[in-house]
């Protein structure tokens, strides 16, 4: 009994992680996060717009010749545009097999926001295959929680995190699993719950869901200040950082966006 057990544990370790690619022939079937310009299809409007300021959002790192792990790439415009840069790009997100970090507001019908969650997360990940296609990509994707990231994807050099940890329950626990793969580097995008004066000294999260609001926010957790996941990023190993301030357009407002750049120093 025991040998299966073990030989069970190996083939879930070692067994390819990788998702094999959609065949998505509609656009009409996809749901954009981001606005992309998809070659052979013309602009598609997302959430974020990215499009020629993704140096910028990526802290105008050299992505050249790296292996790196997109962590929450959604419909890929990261990860398309590292590939461009001459990585080797491996694009990590849920799919509609896995639950997102819902809010578990009182009252709320928990089966059927988690049942309307995944369909939205099946299409973005038709989004990124359609995407993946028209920009005839190499990228591999993996799907899965960001809490239980499979070590079977092996080392990379790079992992970027591009406005994910405010949606995460747990976002330190997500950077455990994160840095545990990285070798040299971890680039975090996130908003800053304060302005770029205030952020200098705070440290403390901004939580967002609000108790007598049960039918607002239930999609994110927290905004964290620079200092603290600076700090969350020394704590891993990775102390060797600098930090970019931006701002990126989301609909019609425009959000002040900070950027690490932290390099493994232990």
């Known amino acids: 009994m025991n040998e299966n057990v073990f030989s069970g544990e190996t083939d879930r370790r070692f067994a390819s992680p990788f998702a094999q690619a959609r065949d998505v022939p509609s656009i009409d079937d996809c749901y954009f996060y981001h606005t992309m ?38 419909s890929g415009i990261l990860t398309f545009h590292i590939e461009k840069q001459g990585a080797d790009v491996v694009s990590f997100d849920l799919s509609d097999a896995f639950d997102w970090d819902i809010v578990p507001f009182a009252g709320s019908d928990a089966d059927e926001t988690r ?14 295959w359609f995407c993946h296609r028209a920009f005839g990509s190499n990228a591999k994707m993996v799907n899965g929680v960001v809490y ?37 580097t971890i680039i975090v995008a996130e908003l800053s719950p304060y302005g770029r004066l ?14 007598l609001k049960p039918n607002g926010i239930n999609d994110g957790w927290y905004r964290l200040p620079p200092l603290l996941v600076r700090e969350y990023l020394a704590i891993l190993g990775f102390a060797d950082q600098r930090i970019v301030w931006n701002t990126f357009k989301y609909g019609s407002r425009t959000r002040p966006i900070y950027t690490i750049v932290a390099n493994r120093t232990s």
């Open 37 to 74: 310009d998809i070659p052979g299809h013309g602009t598609v409007e997302g959430e974020w717009d990215l499009r020629g300021i993704e140096d910028r959002y990526l802290g105008h790192f050299d992505f050249a010749k790296k292996r790196v792990l997109d962590v929450g790439a959604a």
């Open 115 to 128: 049942r309307a969650r995944r369909q939205h997360i099946d299409k973005i990940n038709n989004a990124y």
């Open 198 to 211: 205030a952020s200098m000294f705070r440290r403390n999260p901004r939580f967002m869901p609000r108790g």
């Open 148 to 184: 239980d990231i499979p070590s079977s994807i092996g080392p990379v050099d790079v992992s970027v995190l591009g406005s994910i940890l405010l949606h995460l329950r747990d976002p330190f626990l997500a950077l455990t699993n994160v840095a545990a793969l990285t070798k040299e």
